[in-house]
């Protein structure tokens, strides 16, 4: 009965910044990793950042030092900074939490990033 809804997302110049929102409605178990997943066109989806409920990050390699996750435990929320955007970058990205009980998406947010 988790339910999660992404924002945030749009247009950006290559080099230019998008702050990615989730908001998650019912509860979960202390222990969960909640993280960011992006599609693009004819591509699987992969992993982009993630973090578990001890604060632990992981980071796909193409955007380490550039795309920042963190959550808000106590307003059921996660977010995705992600600065010097590039092309590359485009897809649509999806949230997820995973806890023992479920694992959950959002219906994803655009992302388009101009050359």
């Known amino acids: 009965q988790v339910q999660l809804v992404e924002s945030g997302g749009g247009l950006v110049q290559a080099g230019g910044s998008l702050r990615l929102s989730c908001a998650h409605s019912g509860s979960i178990f202390r222990i969960n990793i909640m993280g960011w997943y992006r599609q693009a066109p004819g591509k699987q989806r992969e992993l982009v950042a993630s973090?578990?409920?001890?604060?632990?990050?992981d980071y796909a390699d193409s955007v380490k030092g550039r795309f920042t996750i963190s959550r808000d435990s106590a307003k059921n929320m996660v977010f995705l900074q992600m600065n010097s955007l590039k092309p590359e970058d485009t897809a649509v990205y999806y949230c997820?939490?995973?806890?023992?009980?479920?694992?959950?998406w959002g219906q994803g947010t655009q992302v388009t990033v101009s050359s």
């Open positions: 997820n939490i995973k806890d023992l009980r479920i694992d959950s």
């Open positions: 973090t578990t409920n001890t604060g632990k990050t």
